[in-house]
């Protein structure tokens, strides 16, 4: 069963730039995972951000971004914002199956 | 307006069956996958299967295969995830996405509210 990790939490200040990063336990990972982004907070349904590692939906602010980094899906988002105080999640696909990463909370402060 | 409205909150005893729903409306519903994502109370989101509601063919995750049955009926643009015996750690809160699946995207975009599935004796 693959496992796919996150960060447990990361803290950043307002206006900061903070860089949340997804790893599987198959190997690196690469752009045919096509890695998503996801953002939940407290008592809603999850938010998509980011789709097939880099593409943003039309509702994504443009402070997120999506890429590859030293093998790994990555997520930053640059210039953030209280409300952006939340839970993210990475989602894997691969060979007809997604996991979900772990998770990581970000604190805004 | 892309909208997926799931099925309300249930409370049932172990034993039991129980099919959810989620109907899409605002797009064409053949066209696009339907998920299903679990998430037990204060813990992650887990993946748990996709359906194509064009040709019904599904795919499950490994660790929830046998388990719950997804299905779809297209002629009322709606997708069903369904258990034939619950047990407690069924609990959760259960959400439908819209996913866009081909050859060079994977993109999960509109989800629905999220279904609230209790099992408690």
């Known amino acids: 069963q693959t496992v796919v990790t996150q960060e447990p939490s990361l803290t950043v200040s307002p206006g900061g730039t903070v860089t949340l990063t997804c790893a599987s336990s198959t190997g690196a990972v690469t752009s045919g995972y096509y890695p998503n982004w996801f953002q939940q907070k407290p008592g809603q349904a999850p938010r998509a951000l980011i789709y097939?590692?880099?593409n943003k939906h039309s509702w994504t602010p443009a402070r997120f971004s999506g890429s590859l980094l030293g093998g790994k899906a990555a997520l930053t988002l640059s210039g953030v914002q209280p409300e952006d105080e939340a839970e993210y999640y990475c989602l894997l696909y691969h060979g007809g199956e997604g996991v979900f990463g772990t998770g990581t909370k970000v604190t805004v402060l | 307006e892309v909208q997926l409205v799931q099925s309300g909150a249930e409370v049932k005893k172990p034993g039991e069956s129980l099919k959810i729903s989620c109907q899409g409306s605002g797009y064409s519903f053949t066209r696009y996958w339907i998920g299903w994502v679990r998430q037990k109370p204060g813990k992650g989101l887990e993946w748990m299967g996709i359906?194509?509601?064009?040709?019904?063919?599904?795919r499950y995750s490994p660790s929830l295969q046998g388990q719950v049955t997804i299905s779809a009926d297209k002629s009322v643009s709606t997708a069903y995830l369904q258990w034939r015996t619950l047990k407690a750690s069924d609990t959760a809160m259960y959400y439908c996405?819209?996913?866009?699946?081909?050859?060079?995207?994977?993109?999960?975009?509109?989800w629905g509210q999220g279904t609230l599935v209790t099992v408690s004796s």
């Open positions: 996405a819209r996913t866009d699946v081909d050859i060079s995207n994977f993109a999960s975009d509109y």
């Open positions: 097939s590692t880099n």
């Open positions: 359906i194509y509601p064009g040709d019904s063919e599904t």
